[in-house]
């Protein structure tokens, strides 16, 4: 990502609602249905400058490594996780250990070789053990921001699927989220596209903006996993490594 990128998500991903929010999701997706061994082995891949890290703590002790060496240094603030140099799909680190959850959350859209990379994390990953995905849907969607991200594609719920069994994988649940907001977000990126009148997704809303744009996302966590949402600007996957 461009590194003007990195320093904001490093500054906001603590209260901008989309970073609250799904973070509230995806614990409720695992609560919900990773079925995960009290004080799981959790491995995040790729986690930027750490906003994850705290919520994934919560099922048992976390490792991650980064490749960014500002970001990763960022996340490195915090002492209690073990955070290393590494890439996917050819230098992950934390060889001959096993985890029991990995986390690869909006990182396989910046990837060459996504299936490689799901690959790998599977040598990583204990038999029985589940692997959470998040990526950006639908390419239509396509805008500044994934430019500025320096995304390669946007999914679908069956390409997604596609590149999860290709790697191995048994998906538990797939679906969109994202999706009470979709109309919003549809038109934003549309008027970006054609008069570059949006700013930056990742500024900060007025405060009471963005605890009510939290709270229409965060009320998703009833609904995924139980509602097979037909669309959102996100796809959420939980996927298994067979015994």
């Known amino acids: 990502m461009e590194r003007r990128v990195y320093a904001r998500m490093g500054e906001v ?24 061994p009290k004080s799981a082995r959790v491995l995040e891949a790729g986690c930027g400058t750490g906003g994850n890290l705290g919520m994934l703590s919560r099922f048992g ?3 991650a490594f980064e490749p960014d060496e500002a970001a990763r240094g960022n996340a490195s603030r915090d002492i209690r996780f073990d955070i290393r140099a590494g ?24 990837l060459g070789d996504d299936e490689g ?12 053990g589940v692997i959470l995905v998040s990526v ?10 994934d430019v500025r991200h320096h995304h390669i594609r946007r999914y679908t719920r069956a390409s997604l699927l596609a590149v999860t069994r290709a790697a191995g994988l048994e998906p538990v649940n797939a679906g969109y989220f994202n999706t ?8 934003r990126r549309m008027l970006d596209r054609l008069f570059g009148l949006a700013g930056d997704d990742d500024e900060m809303p007025t405060p009471w903006l963005n605890r009510l744009l939290g709270a229409v996302f965060a009320f998703e966590r009833r609904l995924v996993g139980r509602v097979r949402l037909p669309f959102g600007v996100s796809l959420l996957m939980l996927a298994r490594k067979p015994r």
């Open 87 to 110: 890439a996917l799909p050819d230098k992950v680190p934390f060889a001959g250990e096993r985890f029991d959850l990995i986390a690869v959350l909006d990182v396989l859209e910046h």
């Open 13 to 36: 991903e603590d209260r901008h609602w989309w970073f609250v929010a799904r973070r509230r999701i995806l614990a409720t997706v695992l609560e919900r249905s990773a079925l995960l």
């Open 136 to 145: 950006p849907a639908f390419a239509f969607l396509w805008s500044r921001h």
């Open 61 to 63: 002790p976390v490792s």
């Open 180 to 187: 009470l907001l979709f109309p919003l977000i549809v038109v």
């Open 117 to 128: 990379a799901l690959r790998a994390l599977v040598e990583r990953l204990e038999p029985g």
